[in-house]
T-cell receptor, first 110, second 117 residues
Framework: KNEVEQSPQNLTAQEGEFITINCSYS?????LHWLQQHPGGGIVSLFM?????KKHGRLIATINIQEKHSSLHITASHPRDSAVYIC????????????WGAGTKLIIKP | GAVVSQHPSWVICKSGTSVKIECRSL??????MFWYRQFPKQSLMLMAT?????????EQGVEKDKFLINHASLTLSTLTVTSAHPEDSSFYIC?????????????FGPGTRLTVL
């Protein structure tokens, strides 16, 4: 069964802390998305990756294909990073369809 | 990155009326677009896959006669909620697939919040 699990569900941290959000999936994937959803609801695609590591500003995404695991890191976190972060994957047998994690609600306190 | 717009961003309507939501890819052509709905504090749920020039593919449990999808051009897909009822109140989000590869990146619209009174 194609499943995506994220942890933690909720995360509250102080400004400046290093943040890690984890995503595990059940079977082989073609690619994995990390997305950000702000309280207003709009979704922004942060990264799409199928191997290795990607970095954009203070955000870093890594994926370990053998371990079926990906992490999203935020360095020097800021209150404006407060959002829901969602991991979504293309499983190899799901042709186009993203399978979504439940999301991680992140709150960064000033 | 590529930009996807949705219109309207929010709409309030009376029960029984129909509402049309537009999804446009602004700077790329999208042969495939997706429609999602999201209830409060829940994850996105795929409603249908919209392919330009052909009929949409609906997910199990989604009424195709209630949620009409038209993808008449490579940059526009529309979702019409027909005879809307309060239980249709939700956040509707579209995404567009850039490119023809099976897992090209999806770009998301800002969403449309529908409230049916």
């Amino acid at each position: 069964k194609n499943e995506v699990e994220q942890s933690p569900q909720n995360l509250t941290a102080q400004e400046g802390e290093f943040i890690t959000i984890n995503c595990s999936y059940s079977v082989g994937i073609s690619a994995l998305h990390w997305l950000q959803q702000h309280p207003g609801g709009g979704i922004v695609s942060l990264f799409m990756l199928s191997s290795g590591k990607k970095k954009h500003g203070r955000l870093i995404a890594t994926i370990n294909i053998q371990e079926k695991h990906s992490s999203l890191h935020i360095t020097a976190s800021h209150p404006r990073d407060s959002a829901v972060y969602i991991c979504a994957v293309y499983f190899m047998d799901s042709n186009y369809q993203l399978i979504w994690g439940a999301g991680t609600k992140l709150i960064i306190k000033p | 990155g590529a930009v996807v717009s949705q219109h309207p961003s929010w709409v309030i309507c009376k029960s029984g009326t129909s509402v049309k939501i537009e999804c446009r890819s602004l700077d790329f052509q999208a042969t495939t677009m997706f429609w999602y709905r999201q209830f409060p504090k829940q994850s996105l749920m795929l409603m249908a896959t919209s392919n330009e020039g052909s009929k949409a593919t609906y997910e199990q449990g989604v009424e195709k006669d209630k949620f009409l999808i038209n993808h008449a051009s490579l940059t526009l897909s529309t979702l019409t909620v027909t005879s809307a009822h309060p239980e249709d109140s939700s956040f509707y989000i579209c995404s567009a697939l850039e490119g023809a590869s099976s897992y090209n990146e999806q770009f998301f619209g800002p969403g449309t919040r529908l409230t049916v009174l």
